[in-house]
């Protein structure tokens, strides 16, 4: 099993460009989140989902837009990038609610000039 | 709100030594659950430990263990017999309802000396 896996490993974008990352998980996981994570900030939520076809916001949803239309992908999109979003976004999965532990994927660092 | 405070931005420990990582949470849920992530330098995000809130008993992990204190709010890592592979930065994290939400700490960056 390759586990959680995310699409690409690093990008550069310019601002006002827009891009998506990509997670996939193979271990039939209901629940899938994504993840910003800052210098000295720790990680925080972007959005989440709770099974194939449902979205919903987290701590900061702001800038980004997801789409979980199978229940191995879970898309993270951002429209028009800027500045702010320079970070490294992880993709977690676990299989229902808050007792589950949660599967981290390898990151994606993003840079926006 | 739910908040998770980790107040040691850095820490150091000799090889072969103990070392307790701190933290304290706030929530006014009653069912939640408690982890210890490690990050090391890889970057990848490694399950530690976990503890659920309604156990009294600390959940041990081989050279791993946690103080829970549920009437304090507080959930402290024991590190035993300390490795130059334990170097990394730890996160504490809380998890509760409304979609199993995991709230981070800020971190404590853990360096193990020779």
């Known amino acids: 099993n390759a586990g959680v896996t995310q699409t690409p490993k690093f990008r550069v974008l310019k601002t006002g460009q827009s891009m998506t990352l990509l997670c996939a998980q193979d271990?039939?996981?209901?629940?899938m989140y994504w993840y910003r994570q800052d210098p000295g900030m720790g990680l925080r939520l972007i959005h989440y989902?709770?099974?194939?076809?449902?979205?919903a916001k987290g701590e900061v949803p702001d800038g980004y837009n997801v789409s979980r239309l199978k229940k191995q992908n879970f898309l993270l999109g951002l429209e028009s990038a800027a500045p702010s979003q320079t970070s490294v976004y992880f993709c977690?999965?676990?299989?229902?609610?808050?007792?589950?532990?949660?599967?981290f994927g390898p990151g994606t660092r993003l840079l926006v000039l | 709100a739910q908040t998770v405070t980790q107040s040691q931005p850095e820490m150091s420990v000799q090889e072969a030594e103990t070392v307790t990582l701190s933290c304290t949470y706030d929530?006014?849920?009653?069912?939640?659950?408690l982890f210890w992530y490690k990050q090391p330098p890889s970057r990848q995000m490694i399950l530690v430990i976990r503890?659920?809130?309604?156990?009294?008993q600390n959940a041990t992990e081989n050279r791993f263990s946690v103080n829970f204190q549920k009437a304090a709010k507080s959930f402290s890592l024991k590190i035993s017999d300390s490795q130059l592979g334990d170097t990394a930065m730890y996160f504490c994290?809380?998890?509760?309802?409304?979609?199993?939400?995991?709230?981070f700490g800020q971190g404590t960056e853990l360096s193990v000396k020779p």
């Open positions: 977690a999965s676990s299989y229902s609610n808050v007792q589950e532990t949660q599967y």
């Open positions: 271990m039939n996981h209901e629940y």
């Open positions: 989902s709770v099974g194939e076809g449902t979205t």
């Open positions: 929530t006014s849920e009653n069912n939640y659950y």
């Open positions: 503890q659920e809130a309604y156990k009294q």
């Open positions: 994290a809380l998890s509760y309802n409304q979609g199993g939400k995991l709230i």
